[in-house]
């Protein structure tokens, strides 16, 4: 697992914008696993930027997302379809064709059989980029002390995880509580993998991730000491408050 160490989270975003860049620069029909969360953000509006200004091309790429709330509209502006439309594809010369975010309505299991089906077709994401929870986890393949799930499935979210979720939501009982979310099995399926993480609530997280050797449930994102070509890519004040020194 590389671990990679910017100024600054602004720095952060925009290195890992130009891996994308670089990679759909070199293959055009890039497949990209895309994450929601608002710490990717300043690196869709990097891609945005880069789109705008041609040097970047995304008429032949296409995207699968990592999660969807369970019970939202597609439409719904807090679900994760509307927010990848307003945060990124909208705005970029994608074709909406070839991005799939999972259905949160419907019939879970062939929801679920659907998203792990666009995960490998044509193949598994060329990079798959990822945020992290406080409680380590990824997508929403949640902290479990015993067990985590390999195919894609319907998650309970923790209380923890619906208490962060809860800041985009006006209403308390808005919050979903449960998610369907790619499977730990297609997230390690990607050839690489990059996530990025900044933020005082995400310390300990990041910790059990760089710092220590253990792969455990109960921190989901430390499988990913497992992928060969996994970078973990933080800000210097993350950095420092974990106590890495590389
Ligand atoms: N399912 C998403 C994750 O993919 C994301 O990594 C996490 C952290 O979000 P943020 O980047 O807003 O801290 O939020 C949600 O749980």
């Known amino acids: 697992m590389n671990v ?9 975003a925009a290195w890992v914008a130009d891996q ?9 029909d890039a497949k990209l696993g895309l994450a929601t969360g608002g710490t990717p953000v300043p690196v869709y509006r990097a891609l945005i930027e880069a789109c705008k200004e041609g040097r970047a091309d995304f008429s032949a790429v296409r995207t699968v997302n990592l999660d969807e709330y369970w019970g939202l509209q597609p439409d719904n502006d807090q ?14 010369n994608i074709k909406k064709e070839n991005t799939y975010v999972a259905s949160g309505l419907g019939d879970p299991q062939a929801n679920c059989r659907a998203l792990d089906a666009a995960v490998l077709e044509g ?12 409680n380590g986890h990824i997508a929403f393949n949640e902290a479990n002390p015993d067990r985590l799930i390999a195919p894609s499935h319907l998650e309970d979210l923790t209380p923890s995880t619906i208490q962060a979720n809860s800041r985009f939501f006006d209403r308390p009982e808005d919050v979903p509580t449960k998610a369907i979310t790619m499977g730990m099995a297609g997230i390690m399926a990607a050839k690489s993998v990059v996530l990025l993480a900044t933020g005082a ?3 300990e997280a ?3 991730l760089v710092m220590e050797d253990a792969v455990t449930t109960s921190n989901p994102s430390t499988l990913l000491k497992l992928h060969p070509n996994a970078t973990v890519v933080i800000d210097r004040a993350l950095a420092d408050a974990v106590g890495y020194q590389g």
């Open 4 to 12: 990679i160490v910017t100024e600054s989270y602004e720095a952060s």
């Open 20 to 28: 994308i860049c670089a990679l759909i620069a070199a293959k055009p």
């Open 79 to 92: 679900s994760y379809r509307y927010f990848m439309d307003t945060n990124l594809f909208d705005h970029i």
């Open 123 to 134: 193949g598994a994401p060329d990079l798959q980029l990822l945020g992290i929870g406080a």
């Open 201 to 203: 609530s995400k310390v």
């Open 206 to 208: 990041i910790r059990g």
